[in-house]
């Protein structure tokens, strides 16, 4: 239990309302009861102010009611920032109870692992591999040969890193991911059988990078796949062999990007798109969902569609095509009027 005072203090807001109000806990604008405290960002939501129960709600500045209700506010510039701090307050994540190097753990001897790493159980860690201070490896996590982890990772469970991926430090890798598998590459022969093209490269991640549950990242055939500080990956994506995304990038769930496509800084792809190989995206790109990408975009603006177009002109195609159905029966029109002429002629 905390009061709004010690709340505003924490996150750093302006308090309308009771100081010493106590709050027990957080949820949704749609749920609160006088025990809890939400937040209002999107104002999609706006018109559950009316309605909300919370003992306190914080908001932005703007977004503040003319009549306030019988509620507490907390003024803040990033309501939802401000609020993902108090659920950490509130909401303690659980802990595996396990500490240090669990028994059932096979390490190779010449692993080079710091005292303060976690090994959960039944995780296997291959020669030469080093992990740095801080890190946790949940269980069934599989390291192979030559891997370098850095410090204050966390490798979820059932999480594959194969042979010499490089982690920076605090790397984020969601369950049943898989770094450096191999990558897609196959030569025809004049029968049209498909041998496999050798991925002898490796992945990257840099600094601060968070990879989502069950996305694959494959190896590059001879350098590396690249993933830049800081950018951040949903779930189910497929990147493929060198791949070379830049910092701060953002990949949303079920996005595919092909070989040795590059990123600049701050993408964004959205859900479901599709990128094609040996293509460059400039920084500050953003695609949005189910776009399908299949030259290079060197302009820094909103794409849609398939193909991808930037905003400006997918919108003039967009609004033209809805016109069509009008033009058909003008033209259907125009049609019978010449007939009719057509037939007073003959006549």
Known sequence: ?????????????????????????VEDITHADRRHITFLENVRYQKH?????????????????????????????NPSSAFQQLIEVFIKKPCSGFKGVHPTAVIHPT???????TVGPHVVIDAAVIIGA????????????????????????????????????????????????????????KQGNHHSLKQLGIVVLDDDVEIGANTTIDRARFKSTYIGKGTKIDNLVQIAHQVCLGKNNLIVAQAGIAGSTQTGD???VGGQVGVAGHLVLASGVVLTARCAVSKSLDKADVYYGAPAQAEKEFKKHFFAMRKVGRVVERFEDLEKKFAHLLEQDED
């Open 1 to 25: 239990m905390k009061t709004l005072q010690e709340l505003c203090h924490l996150i750093g807001a302006e308090l309308k309302g009771d100081p010493s109000y106590c709050i027990e806990g």
């Open 49 to 77: 102010l009316t309605t909300c129960q919370a003992g306190a709600v914080i908001l932005h500045p703007s977004l503040l009611p003319k009549e306030q209700q019988d509620t507490n506010y907390l003024l803040h510039h």
């Open 111 to 117: 692993a080079q692992l710091d005292a303060s790493v």
């Open 134 to 189: 801080g890190t946790q490896i949940d269980a069934g996590v599989y390291i192979g040969p030559e891997v370098c982890i850095g410090q204050n990772c966390h490798l979820h469970p059932k999480v594959v890193i194969e042979a010499g991926s490089q982690l920076g430090h605090r790397v984020v890798v969601q369950a049943g991911a898989v770094i450096g598998s191999d990558g897609f590459g196959y030569h025809t022969d």
């Open 266 to 268: 701050q993408v964004v």
